[in-house]
């Protein structure tokens, strides 16, 4: 196999616009979350009358390069000084995640919301860490990512144009990033941890379990059970290796997903860090195939639940066609046209990219 051909196959032939519509979604209800959560003490980290005050703002976003001072975390409100244009920033910035949850003029929401976000993420640095860093880093590969050609306004439109509902196919390099970086967040984190003594030993956990700065419940009696605790480091060291390596093979991917959220869910109790393993899990769905995305979209129809729930019956009279035979409804309709659609060509098909 030519590596280049490869390569070029792996980064630029079209593929399904689903998982990253799918992911869009949950993406941008997660951001919302987080916007709201930042409401709490808005004034203190993100305005003239908390914390940094003044110049203090513009002063700790810089960073120090071969002896100098670097300004390069530039935001808008580190050169305004009114409590007024931080709040206007954050009502841009949820206006613009509502907008690319939903879809609509995808590709320009995703946009204002990076540079809306950064900016508020750039005023306090002094606050920032790594999980927070986490939403800037994946707005930034959304911004790229044509997110609206599956699952949104944007696409419904596209479809009335087209008059088709076949699958829309996007290029997936933006995409192909956004994968890479997730992987590598899990394999760097996998990395540094392994060149600390206290994780090859097994006593991390113990220290995490004790940092009551962070902890959302006292787990403290853990502690007296040292072999747990030891099987708890190494699991996690194995989980985020496995991670970055593993979702992106369809045999393992469902055990990869399984054990991160495994991971992100039993690190929640012990870090109180809002968002961040949510975000995390998010982002395997970026990873599915087609089917996958399709599996993951009729398990959260609220039409499906009911159906189990007995609460919803299907009507024999509408299903039936005029000649005797059943007809698909709608929903059916549109899936079975995706099927057909995948087995045109790809230079018949259109990609959509928006």
Known sequence: MNPIRAWNRFLFAPVSA?????????YGVLMVAYLLLMTVEFNFW??????????????????????????LRFSPLNYVHDPISPRVVYAIALVSAVGLTVGWRTRTMSIVFWLAFLSLYHRNPSSNGGPDAMPAIVSFYVMLCPC?????IDALREARKRGTEAEPLITPWALRLLQMQMCLVYFQSCV?????????????????????????????????YPLLVNGMTHVALLAEFALAFW??????????????????AGIRPVLNIPGFGELMCATYLAFLDPDETMAVV??????????????????????RGREGS?????????????DRAEAIPVAERVAVGR
């Not at 689903?18 to 949950?26: H, K």
């Open 46 to 71: 993100y305005t003239d009358q908390g914390l940094l005050q003044g110049n203090e703002a513009y002063e700790a976003a810089g960073s120090t390069w071969r002896g100098q001072v670097e300004h």
């Open 247 to 264: 979702l992106w093979f369809r045999p393992t991917r469902r055990w990869a997903i399984l054990g991160g959220i495994v991971l992100h």
């Open 192 to 224: 540094i941890k392994c060149d600390g003594a206290t994780w090859m030993d097994g006593t991390a956990t113990h220290y995490v379990l004790f940092n009551r700065e962070f902890g959302f419940f006292n787990l403290e009696w853990l502690g007296a």
């Open 326 to 338: 059943i007809a698909l409804p709608s929903w059916q309709q549109r899936e079975h046209s995706f």
């Open 18 to 26: 689903r998982p990253l519509g799918l992911f869009r979604i949950v």
């Open 148 to 152: 609206g050609a599956a699952y949104s």
């Open 298 to 319: 009729r398990a959260l129809d609220p039409r499906a639940w009911a159906a189990r729930l007995g609460l919803r019956r299907p009507n024999l009279e509408f299903l």
